[in-house]
C-alpha cells in the first residue's frame, strides 16, 4: 500500500465549478497534510494545509481532513482556468521524510 | 525569490560526464531533500537528509551521490549517467523533522525551482 494515495486523474470541470480532489493515507501517526500545486514544467507550491479534523477554508480553497478514515481532501470553488495544474497531497509519513502522492492533475475548461 | 535556489536550472551531459547539482536554502530549515520528476510522472524522492544526516535513500541507484556539507547546502552528485535519468531534480526543504515529529508542526516542504537535467 501507497503512504500517501491520489487519483491520478485526470479531473475535468467547467468554469465555475466545484472541482474536489482525494488523498489517502496510511501512516496513522501523520497528523499535518499539506497540499501543493505544480503548474506544468513548474516546481510545486504549497497552496494549504491542514492539522485538524473538520474543515480549513482559504478562499476558493477548502481542505477537509478525517482522521478516523485517513482521508484529506481539497475543494476548490468557483474553479478558474488558471487553477489547471497537478495538485499534490503530502504528508509526514513513519520515517520522518514528508511523502507525497502521485499527484492528480486537474483541468479547467473554459 | 524562492528561500530555496537551485542551480543550474538547465544541464545536457553526457553519459560519460561528472557533473553536480546545487541546492541552497536560506530559510534556516533542519531537512533536505532531492526528488526527481519524470515526465508525466509522480515525484519520486530520492535522498533526505535531517541535520545533514542522510536519513533516506530510496534505492536509488549509486551513478547519483548526495553529499550534504551543512544544514544549508546539498548537493547532487551525478556520473555515468543513462538517458533515462533525464528529467526535472528538484530540491526542497523543511523545518525539524525529526523521527518523533512526524506529527505536526510547520512540516511543509518548499521547493526550488529545480534542474531540467538531459542526458545525452
Known amino acids: 500500500q501507497k503512504e500517501v494515495e491520489q487519483n491520478s486523474g485526470p479531473l475535468s470541470v467547467p468554469e465555475g465549478a466545484i472541482a474536489s480532489l482525494n488523498c489517502t493515507y496510511s501512516?496513522?501517526?501523520?497528523?499535518?497534510f499539506f497540499w501543493y500545486r505544480q503548474y506544468s514544467g513548474k516546481s510545486p507550491e504549497l497552496i494549504m494545509f491542514?492539522?485538524?479534523?473538520g474543515d480549513k477554508e482559504d478562499g476558493r480553497f477548502t481542505a477537509q481532513l478525517n482522521k478516523a478514515s485517513q482521508y484529506v481532501s481539497l475543494l476548490i470553488r468557483d474553479s478558474q482556468p488558471s487553477d489547471s495544474a497537478t495538485y499534490l497531497c503530502?504528508?509526514?509519513?513513519?520515517?520522518?521524510?514528508?511523502?507525497f502522492g502521485q499527484g492528480t492533475i486537474l483541468t479547467v475548461h473554459p | 525569490e524562492t528561500g530555496v535556489t537551485q542551480t543550474p536550472r538547465h544541464l545536457v551531459m553526457g553519459m560519460t560526464n561528472k557533473k553536480s547539482l546545487k541546492c541552497e536554502q536560506h530559510?534556516?530549515?533542519?531537512?533536505m531533500y532531492w526528488y526527481k520528476q519524470s515526465a508525466k510522472k509522480p515525484l519520486e524522492l530520492m535522498f533526505v537528509y535531517n541535520f545533514k544526516e542522510q536519513t533516506e535513500n530510496n534505492s536509488v541507484p549509486s551513478r547519483f551521490s548526495p553529499e550534504c556539507p551543512n544544514s544549508s547546502h546539498l548537493f547532487l552528485h551525478l556520473h555515468t549517467l543513462q538517458p533515462e535519468d533525464s528529467a526535472l531534480y528538484l530540491c526542497a526543504s523543511s523545518p525539524l523533522l525529526r523521527r518523533q515529529d512526524r506529527a505536526g508542526g510547520n512540516t511543509e516542504a518548499f521547493f526550488g525551482q529545480g534542474t531540467r537535467l538531459t542526458v545525452v
Open positions: 491542514i492539522y485538524s479534523n
Open positions: 501512516d496513522r501517526g501523520s497528523q499535518s
Open positions: 503530502a504528508a509526514p509519513t513513519s520515517y520522518g521524510k514528508l511523502t
Open positions: 530559510l534556516g530549515h533542519n531537512a
